[in-house]
């Protein structure tokens, strides 16, 4: 049995939030080219309440401490993973996995069609740990011009183009 647990995120997380974000992108200081981005930017708290009343973001709480979180924006029928992060020190023990897992079954039944994300394709805890999970990569950005605009936005913002994918796991 683990020591922590999951739910709907609550106005008040999202304090905890920005922390939690920036510790866990450290982890791209060893990857190579991307360490520059290391702990760049976090989404401010005010953004991410907004989220949070829109009904669909998640976080790992452990003995009262934030440990993990999953933050969402709904288009249409598709929910988007706009962050999803995991404290480095809890790393290892299912909460990312289970997190996806919640947000898939909370999207499924509001009567979202497909969770869509963008990630790095070579970072293996990006497209190759959702690929794990039932995401797969958009080979056609053409077809989806939210996401298109979405890896637009990210490459204005520093991001190698090149190591970026958009990714969709229908549900069903």
């Known amino acids: 049995m683990s020591d922590w647990h999951?739910?709907?995120a609550r106005p008040e997380d999202a304090e905890h939030?920005?922390?939690?974000?920036?510790?866990?992108g450290m982890l791209f200081r060893e990857v190579e080219g991307l360490?520059?981005?290391?702990?760049m930017h976090?989404?401010?708290a005010d953004?991410?309440?907004s989220m949070i009343r829109k009904g669909h973001s998640l976080v790992a709480e452990m003995d009262g401490r934030l440990v993990g979180f999953l933050s969402t924006e709904p288009h249409r029928k598709e929910l988007h993973i706009r962050e999803f992060s995991v404290h480095p020190d809890m790393q290892g023990k299912g909460i990312g996995t289970i997190l996806l897992r919640g947000i898939g079954i909370d999207a499924h039944n509001s009567g979202f069609s497909a969770i869509?994300?963008?990630?790095?394709t070579d970072v293996p805890w990006n497209a190759p740990f959702y690929e794990r999970l039932g995401y797969t990569v958009i080979s056609d950005l053409a077809a989806h011009p939210r996401l298109n605009a979405e890896i637009e936005q990210e490459v204005q913002h520093g991001l190698p183009r090149?190591?970026?994918?958009?990714?969709?796991?229908?549900?069903g």
């Open 6 to 8: 999951i739910r709907l």
């Open 17 to 24: 939030l920005p922390a939690i974000e920036l510790a866990a």
């Open 35 to 39: 360490s520059e981005i290391a702990g």
């Open 42 to 44: 976090a989404i401010p």
């Open 47 to 49: 953004q991410q309440r």
């Open 116 to 120: 869509t994300l963008t990630t790095f």
């Open 162 to 171: 090149e190591r970026r994918c958009a990714m969709i796991k229908f549900l």
